[in-house]
Nanobody, 127 residues
């Protein structure tokens, strides 16, 4: 069965960096769009970044553009999110998700475009 397991979260001070990982199994990882999402307490889940099957196209939310970098290693079935210049407003539970299709045509704008989700990893940024 499809399984997504996130890791790499933690607590950092503002301006710091973290690298999240998402290990995928149970399907042909290289055939699907992958995305990162986050959800802060009391807020809706929002898209952060997405990447097409071979990393050719990447999509970013405006709030993270220039600070976060999404990447994937298809040989290791792993998705990454490098986060730099972290801000307190980046505090949230971060989830990786598998897209329904090969291409991330709409980036992370539609949660419905993603069909499998991990359990999440917590990121806390203090000021």
């Amino acid at each position: 069965q499809v399984r997504l397991v996130e890791s790499g979260g933690g607590s950092v001070q503002a301006g710091g960096s973290l690298r999240l990982s998402c290990a995928a199994s149970g399907y042909t990882y290289s055939s699907y769009c992958m995305g990162w999402f986050r959800q802060a307490p009391g807020k809706e889940r929002e898209g952060v970044a997405a990447v097409d099957t071979y990393g050719g196209n990447k999509f970013y939310a405006g709030s993270v553009k220039g600070r976060f970098t999404i990447s994937r290693d298809n040989a290791k079935n792993t998705l990454y999110l490098q986060m730099t210049s972290l801000k307190p407003e980046d505090t949230a539970m971060y989830y990786c998700a598998r897209g329904r299709y090969t291409l991330c045509g709409r980036g992370t704008s539609q949660l419905f475009d993603y069909d499998y989700w991990g359990q999440g990893t917590q990121v806390t940024v203090s000021s």
